[in-house]
T-cell receptor, first 115, second 114 residues
């Protein structure tokens, strides 16, 4: 099984619908991230969480919200989806502290299409 | 985090060494150079990282200039499976100051030619 699992892998929805993308990890990491990737572009950070009680906005958080239900789970919600939120979404985790490498571990991505 | 500049695309013959450059002229003293790659639309995969010394692992070598303003990722014997987008980013290893703005640029699209 993958260390970082995203569900669903593919989703097609309509404008105005609420969508939740879920991420779970078995790495035991406290730090989790949600990224968005648009065709031909790099990855942009939406939200990140340092632990269960910590949520931080990234560079493109408007229109999104997150929930850190447990150390292993970090969900991304689109309350009212719009077409320009059509993108590939990635969840990632990392460790921290003495000896940490700072490496990011990514899930396989969730492709969202908003019609 | 310091900004990086990479060529948009590169080709390399199969079996040859692929050398991918990255400029990071505004890198700070505590920032590391990280390389990731993304094959098709899969999740990015970590390759290697370094601070100032050259580094080597089973996937690649990382050469960092003495002034740390640029670096080169070397894939010693490129295979078709190395065709991917390669991202160079610079950042602190970890921080408690809420500056984990881990943005990836557009990277270099490396194509391995048979």
């Amino acid at each position: 099984d993958a260390d970082v699992t995203q569900t669903p892998r593919n989703r097609i929805t309509k404008t105005g619908k609420r969508i939740m993308l879920e991420c779970s990890q078995t790495k035991g990491h406290d730090r989790m991230y949600w990224y968005r990737q648009d065709p031909g572009l790099g990855l942009r950070l939406i939200y990140y969480s340092f632990d269960v009680k910590d949520i931080n906005k990234g560079e493109i958080s408007d229109g999104y919200s997150v929930s850190r239900q447990a150390q292993a789970k970090f969900s991304l919600s689109l309350e009212s989806a719009i077409p320009n939120q059509t993108a590939l979404y990635f969840c990632a985790t990392s460790d921290f502290g003495q000896g940490a490498t700072g490496e990011l571990f990514f899930g396989e991505g969730s492709r969202l299409t908003v019609l | 985090d310091a900004k990086t500049t990479q060529p948009t695309s590169m080709d390399c013959a199969e079996g040859r060494a692929a050398n991918l450059p990255c400029n990071h002229s505004t890198i700070s003293g505590n920032e590391y150079v990280y390389w990731y790659r993304q094959i098709h639309s899969q999740g990015p995969q970590y390759i290697i990282h370094g601070l100032k010394n050259n580094e080597t692992n089973e996937m690649a070598s990382l050469i960092i200039t003495e002034d740390r303003k640029s670096s080169t990722l070397i894939l010693p014997h490129a295979t078709l499976r190395d065709t991917a987008v390669y991202y160079c980013i610079v950042r602190v290893r970890w921080s408690n100051f809420g500056n984990e703005k881990l943005t990836f640029g557009t990277g270099t699209r490396l194509t391995i030619i048979p």
